[in-house]
Nanobody
């Protein structure tokens, strides 16, 4: 069994920053690529960022590129999403997920419960 728990969400004003964390329990965390997604009620879940198993390759949605940074610390079984220059349109529930492969495939098998990020004007 794999469990993913997000934390670090909250309320921030536009232009501010937050760092989200995703703590993983289970086997061989370091063997899998990981991703961050976000979702607004009534909207489809949106890809935000992903990172391969070794942390040397990252991928970003156009909407967040240059503002968000994904990273991982395999020794701590944790994936991070540093969010800078936040905009009101970044408001969403953010989820982390485990990729089925060591390199980013876009196919995920485990998801966290989500953490709320609210950006005010």
């Amino acid at each position: 069994q794999v469990q993913l728990v997000e934390s670090g969400g909250g309320l921030v004003q536009a232009g501010g920053s937050l760092r989200l964390s995703c703590a993983a329990s289970g086997r061989t965390f370091s063997s899998y690529a990981m991703g961050w997604f976000r979702q607004v009620p009534g909207k489809e879940r949106e890809f935000v960022a992903a990172i391969n198993w070794g942390g040397s390759n990252t991928y970003y949605a156009d909407s967040v590129r240059g503002r968000f940074t994904i990273s991982r610390d395999n020794a701590k079984n944790t994936v991070y999403l540093q969010m800078n220059s936040l905009k009101p349109e970044d408001t969403a529930v953010y989820y982390c997920a485990r990729d089925r492969r060591a390199y980013y495939s876009g196919d995920y098998d485990y998801w966290g419960q989500g953490t709320q990020v609210t950006v005010s004007s």
